[in-house]
């Protein structure tokens, strides 16, 4: 199923907001320390740009599943240099199934959430209509909107004169 373009933004924001969440949590899991207060807003501004990625392209599982990865990747990388966690050229087992556990648990995520706003869409679609025909509008008390009345001096007098249609209301005059 794929999802309308118009949804693309959504999307982005739900990737951005979840890899953050996500990689915070599987680099924790797999045995780093929380990220420090700058290492977490680094890992905000990269996990917002791969999520501002996401919305620029089109939809499909498999560049989802791609810029999760990339997230996943990115992020990792971002808490390793900003918070100084080394642990050698490659990632320790631990981390790594925790990194791929998001992965998959963001996709799942991701597209249940893109399923389900189009499901809740088509609903709306259908039960918009009967609400609106059930509910009568009076038209007895809906008023005609006041025309619009115009001064029939040139705008540069009224302007320069002090005199012009600003100033208090006429009750506290």
Same mark, same amino acid.
């Given at each position: 199923?794929?999802?309308?373009? *118009?949804?693309?933004?959504?999307? &982005?924001?739900?990737? @951005?907001? #979840?890899?953050?969440?996500?990689? $915070? +949590? /599987? %680099? ?49 990388? *971002?808490?390793?240099?900003?918070? &100084?966690?080394?642990? @050698?050229? #490659?990632?320790?087992?631990?981390? $790594? +199934? /925790? %990194? ?69 209301? /006429?009750?506290?005059?």
């Amino acid at each position: 199923m794929s999802t309308p373009a *118009t949804s693309a933004p959504l999307r &982005g924001v739900v990737v @951005g907001a #979840l890899s953050v969440l996500v990689v $915070a +949590a /599987a %680099h924790d899991l797999g045995g780093a320390a929380l990220p420090s207060q700058s290492a977490a807003v680094a890992l905000l501004a990269v996990c917002a740009g791969v999520g501002w990625m996401v919305s620029t392209v089109p939809a499909g599982r498999s560049r989802l599943v791609v810029a999760l990865v990339a997230a996943q990747v990115l992020g990792h990388l *971002t808490l390793t240099v900003v918070d &100084g966690h080394h642990h @050698g050229p #490659l990632l320790d087992p631990r981390m $790594a +199934a /925790a %990194h791929l556990g998001a992965v998959g648990i963001g996709a799942v995520a991701v597209h249940g959430a893109e399923r389900g706003i189009i499901a809740a869409a088509r609903a709306m679609r259908r039960i918009l209509p009967i609400v609106l025909a059930v509910a009568a509008v009076d038209t007895d008390t809906v008023r005609p909107a006041r025309p619009v009345t115009r001064v029939d001096a040139p705008a540069r007098l009224l302007d320069l004169s002090g005199r012009g249609t600003r100033g208090p209301p /006429a009750r506290l005059r």
